[in-house]
């Protein structure tokens, strides 16, 4: 469905169309602007709140800057719809994160006003400072850096550190901070209480714009006068906040804070700030959802609400007649509850995930034992590392795209120490719409290499508690749960705790000539295929490994003694994945088969409906049957020849 855009925005299909409009028309450009994200959201769906917080600051951007000549770079790209709809994808912006449409994030590849591609968080002021010393290098000296991140993002340890070396370089770098308290769930930590404080300081506040006004004006009479702004600036803001200036102690010059909806002033300081050498900070207070009642209201519900009525703020869902399945975050989220209130020994962890993971649901039961420590994947590992040498039985939930970032932590801080963390990876496998930035596609590859950790993978909801169960045992030591987004297979799936043997899989099903050998989720396809190949008269078998590592090896040589064809089949890449594990072993056994192996081939899958790209990558149901009639013969029955 086209949606139709407002008179001015129809008119702008790139910056140099938006410059033509006065400085008074930039108000209107906004709410416009800010309609259309509106109409296209809410019957195509996507990200919402974010992208209408910044529609100002977007405007203002382009406005002020020679973008792309000037280089923007959007922090995460929750909040660059407007900039999309700016520069040149307006008419395709209906196509956002639908499969073979334009991304839901920043892409190089797609734009050249996407100056760096942004799908995890924080990355901005280091890519900014880098293209910033590239300029320097080339004696661009007139060119702008612009760097917009939000409060959340700020709490990563990448951010402080692109920040502190910005500090050192004086290149000609502009941080934008979109400060809204809130990242998917509300922001938490010192660094939310300290800009805080600065927003509510009301002599700061009071002074701030004839500060501003009058330094900016100072500044351009030359390099003596701007020595002594400094000096003057940083005594005033000093005297006037209670504690020193973070920013201006990393050697950035403040600015700020400033009302983040109003775009001729955002324009005019954003003007001005090109005139001053040097790295500078830019605090803007934004409202998230800021122009909806509704996401203004509950922010973090309406982050990605899916479709909408933008007139009632009804969002659509359909209701099934009967029981469904819950999401596999649901039952990892209750079940939490269910077994720390058996077990006083363990805690929750999550890095700015609490809804998306469901830990928020043992954040409401048990406040005191479920902890949300804002965007920092390392810190939650090592954090929970903390824990666990003290006794206690942490449970990290991370998304397994974002795990990728704690990497180091999870070998030298967990598995060398043989610490009992267990990490739930979400989103395992192929996540959807949001494309390759967060698809789960390597933590088997990348876990399955180091000493210590028991991997495994469930294939049902059943099998996720009884896994979460067997993980906080005594003496079980590192263990990895991953599990797919979205909903599992069994409306009826609260039953008893059982635990598991470690490294044991199952048989499902005997069968001749060909084996199926699945680990997690996708299973279910198997099981689905299998009930298809019954009725052609073919009987693959199908295995349940249950566990990438220890591998069941009794289970394995029993495959390899029986079966000439094997296929193995996971929602993860082939590189170093399941199949890999299992020819290994096939070869360390002198063993003979033919192993064709199902997965996400060497390449990055771009953004689609999980059931596409499963197609794509060619281990969905039919992609099964397919492969197995390669290999099996059909059994002639009485009632089929009959």
């Known amino acids: 469905m086209q949606v139709k855009a407002g008179p001015l925005l129809s008119k702008i299909n790139y910056p140099a169309d938006l410059k033509q409009f006065s400085e008074a028309d930039l108000e209107q450009i906004s709410q416009e602007l800010r309609q259309y994200i509106i109409d296209v959201v809410s019957v195509n769906g996507g ?14 951007l382009h406005y002020a800057l020679n973008t792309p000549y000037d280089k923007l770079v959007w922090d995460v790209g929750h909040q660059a719809y407007g900039h999309k709809i700016l ?45 910033a010393v590239a300029s320097q290098i080339k004696g661009e000296t007139d060119r702008q850096h612009v760097a917009i991140i939000g409060d959340g993002a700020m709490t990563a340890g990448l951010a402080f550190e692109g920040l502190n070396h910005a500090g ?47 330094l900016t004006g100072l500044s351009k009479l ?17 005297t006037l906040l209670k504690q020193s200036n973070l920013f201006e102690a990393l050697n950035f010059r403040y600015f700020g804070p400033v009302d983040g909806h109003d775009v001729k002033r955002l324009a005019a300081i954003i003007k001005d700030l090109k005139d001053i050498p040097g790295p500078k900070l830019l605090h803007c207070i934004t409202v998230k959802g800021k122009g909806f009642a509704l996401a203004e209201k ?11 009525d933008k007139i009632t703020g009804e969002i659509k869902k359909s209701i099934p007649d009967k029981p469904q399945p819950p999401k596999y975050q649901d039952v990892f989220g209750h079940t939490m509850v269910e077994l720390a209130e058996a077990n006083n020994k363990i805690v929750g962890i999550t890095p700015a995930m609490p809804s998306g993971s469901s830990l928020n649901i043992m954040m ?25 040498a003290q006794g206690l039985v942490p449970f990290c939930n991370i998304y397994s795209s974002f795990m990728q970032r704690a990497y180091d932590q999870v070998i030298h801080d967990v598995a060398i120490q043989k610490l009992n963390v267990v990490f739930c990876l979400d989103r395992a496998g192929l996540a959807g719409a949001d494309g390759a930035t967060h698809h789960g596609a390597y933590d088997i590859s990348y876990m399955r290499c180091i000493p210590n950790l028991v991997v495994s993978s469930p294939m049902n909801e059943e099998e996720l508690r009884n896994l979460m169960y067997t993980a906080q045992l005594e003496n079980v030591g590192p263990f990895v749960i991953r599990y797919p987004r979205g909903n599992g297979v069994m409306p009826d799936w609260k039953r008893p ?103 996400i081939p060497d390449l990055f899958i771009e953004h689609g409906e999980q059931a596409e790209l499963w197609a794509e990558c060619g281990y969905d149901k039919d992609s099964i049957i397919a492969t197995v009639r390669k290999f099996a013969v059909k059994r002639v029955t009485d009632s089929m020849t009959g």
């Open 364 to 388: 409401k039961a048990m406040p005191t034992r479920a902890f949300d420590v804002g965007i920092a994947e390392q810190h939650a590992v090592t954090f929970s590392a903390g824990l666990a």
């Open 298 to 308: 509950d922010q973090t519900k309406w982050h990605a609400p899916g479709l909408f």
């Open 497 to 599: 705790f059982k635990a598991l043997e470690i490294g044991k899989g199952r048989k499902i099903c005997d069968g001749e000539e060909v084996a199926l050998l699945t680990i997690g989720h996708v299973g279910n396809f198997a099981v689905e295929a299998r009930n298809e190949l019954n009725s052609e008269g073919i009987y693959p078998a199908h295995y349940d490994l249950r566990f990438v590592k220890p591998l069941d090896q009794e289970l394995l040589h029993e495959v390899f003694s029986t079966y000439k064809h094997i296929i193995t089949i996971e929602d993860g890449a082939l590189q170093g994945g399941v199949g890999s594990a299992v020819l290994e072993f096939m070869a360390d056994h002198n063993y003979s088969a033919n192993v064709v192996r199902l997965g």
């Open 168 to 214: 050192i370089e004086n290149s000609n770098v502009l941080v934008i901070l979109n400060d809204n308290c809130m990242s998917i769930d509300p922001n938490v930590g010192a660094l939310k209480e300290y800009l805080t404080s600065i927003t509510t300081s009301k002599s700061y506040n009071r002074f701030r714009d004839d500060i501003s006004h009058v």
């Open 87 to 131: 520069t040149g994808r307006r008419a395709s912006f209906h196509t956002n994160r639908i499969y073979k449409g334009i991304s839901g994030f920043p892409k190089i590849s797609e734009s050249e006003y996407d100056t760096f591609g942004v799908g995890h968080s924080s990355t901005s002021i280091s890519a900014a400072l880098g293209m």
């Open 222 to 238: 030359g390099p003596n006068a701007h020595k002594y702004v400094k000096k003057i600036e940083k005594s005033i803001k000093g």
């Open 47 to 60: 990200h919402f709140a974010a992208s209408l917080g910044v529609v100002e600051l977007t405007v203002a």
